[in-house]
């Protein structure tokens, strides 16, 4: 299944049943705002990461607001274009070795922590992980479409995603650690 048609099960998902944090996603992104984002990142971006901005450019961060992962908001072209300036010059600032400059951040907590799709070229290309500074990756998945698979599964069917699982309250998503509610 194709990342737009498994974006448009969430869509209908969230309209059905979220219908707050449905209502907290953005417009899609225009051509202009994608170019802009092309141009400051200096390489053109993977069709999956395309798509899903051509869905819905970011989220508020308001609470209920759509996560990609869990406490991880999906962000918007504006501000992935300055979270990937901000965090290639705080790498080349620190002179962090772990860190790719072709890794695109398209989801971000508030706490500096970011889920990242790496547009490197080789095996790794297209592979979606969370990042911190402080312990680097964690959860991860092969592709956009398989961790929007995992979200689609997650909403449906109430199984954990990334050790969460959520609860609706007051027409939003609202995501809990899965060992608390043991």
Known sequence: MSVVAVLSEIEGWLARHAPRTHTMLNPPATPDQLG???????FPLLPEVVAALRWHNGTSEDSGGFELVPTYWMVGAEDIAN??????????????????????????DRCGAY????????????RVFT????????DSW?????LYSDLRAALADRTPLAGCTYDLVDGGVAWEDADLEA
């Open 36 to 42: 802009a984002l092309e141009a400051a990142l200096g």
């Open 83 to 108: 979270d990937a300036r901000r965090l290639n010059s705080s790498a080349a600032e620190y002179d962090r070795d772990d860190w790719s400059e072709r890794w695109v951040p398209v989801g971000a």
């Open 115 to 126: 889920v990242l799709v790496d547009h490197n070229v080789g095996e790794e290309r297209g």
């Open 131 to 138: 990042w911190d500074p402080e312990s680097g990756e964690r």
């Open 142 to 146: 092969s592709s956009l479409e398989e």
